[in-house]
């Protein structure tokens, strides 16, 4: 692509075989908005630029990821979050709505996705350096007045009673229902009751993930 060349696309596909080769060229810095988790909407698109980006902290390759509460909307989001997070990428997320989906490669090449619609979604990609410094001026904006994604997770953190982690910590002790049950004073059935209200409460499929999630959000102390 030459200076200052605009690009519009269709589809993820196209936008792999004709633009992504420049994920290839990072060097500095990878910046990404995003609404959710599913900026590429197919997978094997996402795991062809996955494959094309240079790892993470490669040549001091700096990548931040900016996204909507959308992105923690369960578990294993929120999960993939942590992980992408302890691989040395910079989350946060913004309190406000992000218009556009963007990335942002160097200050450089920037590529920025329309709406949802009918049909195969469209992306702009260009490298008019006034086109990128405007949208990475909007990015840099938002990133300032957004929430690091941890401290943002026990901003979220629901509140529970006495009860409600006394149980938790007879999850943590790892005792059986009958041991649990009997050292809280409670019956079989209201403590099972009790775990499922509070899995519920953490929005967690499992005892192993209502766990997780308690740590995550510092509930465990």
Partial sequence: MTADKVMTVRGDAELVARAGHLFTGARHEFVCAARDLDTWSQPDARQSVARR?????????????????????????????????????????SSTPLPHETIVIDRRVMILAERDGPGPREY???????????????????????????????????????????????????????????????????????VAELMDTLEADSRFQAGLRAGELGLTG
């Fill in 124 to 194: 702009t990609v260009t490298t008019s350096p006034t086109l990128v410094n405007g949208v990475y001026s909007l990015f840099a904006a938002a990133w300032d007045a957004a929430t690091e994604l941890t401290a943002y997770l026990r901003g979220d953190a629901p509140h529970l009673d006495d009860d409600s982690r006394a149980v938790l910590r007879a999850l943590g002790a790892g005792y059986t229902d009958e041991t649990a049950a009997r050292h809280l004073g409670l019956s079989l059935r209201t403590y099972r009751r009790r």
């Fill in 53 to 93: 980006l240079p790892g993470h902290g490669a040549s001091g390759l700096a990548v931040k990821k900016l996204f909507t509460p959308v992105a923690l909307a369960d578990e294993a989001s929120r999960a993939h979050l942590r992980e992408v997070v302890a691989n040395g990428v910079e989350v946060r997320i």
